[in-house]
T-cell receptor, first 115, second 112 residues
Framework: GENVEQHPSTLSVQEGDSAVIKCTYSDSASNYFPWYKQELGKRPQLIIDIRSNVGEKKDQRIAVTLNKTAKHFSLHITETQPEDSAVYFCAASWNYGGSQGNLIFGKGTKLSVKP | ETGVTQTPRHLVMGMTNKKSLKCEQHLGHNAMYWYKQSAKKPLELMFVYSLEERVENNSVPSRFSPECPNSSHLFLHLHTLQPEDSALYLC?????FGNGYTFGSGTRLTVV
């Protein structure tokens, strides 16, 4: 089955700096890679996702890159702000036609942005 | 609310009690999930239902019993739990292809 490794487990940056979180996956059939942000005491919420037919996707200060050959994908946050402080989870799954695999999550990265 | 509602938000129960967690989704999804979130395993998949049929049970102890009476509702029945079962229990839903994956706010369970 799929296994997702996420690093680092904690990350502390200064406001305005960039933050990068990396994940690797094991199942080459995986083709969908979402990222979730979970603020303290709240539910995980989807912030960006990427499918295997593209290598990069951006949404304002957030970008995700995917390297299918190496089976890793990364979340990049630029110009970090204190409100970016949260736990971030990567995940991987597959879906083809009428079938899908389960979403398997990494163990999370606690990001702290210091003002 | 995101369209996935969980009740109760907090629950304290003794080890001999029986209680149920409820999840309801208003997104038209056909797949629902239970996750356990704790310090040891941040997002641990417990059960998967697709079109009201259980399709996965990730070696979860029998003291946890899920029920999916229809595509909008999911329950987790709890009995004779252990203190180590204390955690945040998250429900999620998606379409059959895993799109639109949405979490509920969770039930914070404490077993005393």
């Amino acid at each position: 089955g799929e296994n997702v490794e996420q690093h680092p487990s904690t990350l502390s940056v200064q406001e305005g700096d960039s933050a990068v979180i990396k994940c690797t996956y094991s199942d080459s059939a995986s083709n969908y890679f979402p990222w979730y942000k979970q603020e303290l005491g709240k539910r995980p919420q989807l912030i960006i996702d990427i499918r295997s037919n593209v290598g990069e996707k951006k949404d304002q200060r957030i970008a995700v890159t995917l390297n299918k050959t190496a089976k890793h994908f990364s979340l990049h946050i630029t110009e970090t702000q204190p409100e970016d402080s949260a736990v971030y989870f990567c995940a991987a799954s597959w879906n083809y036609g009428g079938s899908q695999g389960n979403l398997i999550f990494g163990k999370g990265t606690k990001l702290s942005v210091k003002p | 609310e995101t369209g996935v509602t969980q009740t109760p938000r907090h629950l304290v129960m003794g080890m001999t009690n029986k209680k149920s967690l409820k999840c309801e989704q208003h997104l038209g999804h056909n797949a629902m999930y239970w996750y356990k979130q704790s310090a040891k395993k941040p997002l641990e998949l417990m059960f998967v239902y697709s079109l009201e049929e259980r399709v996965e049970n990730n070696s979860v102890p029998s003291r946890f019993s899920p029920e999916c009476p229809n595509s909008s509702h999911l329950f987790l029945h709890l009995h004779t739990l252990q203190p180590e079962d204390s955690a945040l229990y998250l429900c999620a839903s998606s379409d059959l292809f895993g799109n639109g994956y949405t979490f509920g706010s969770g039930t914070r369970l404490t077993v005393v």
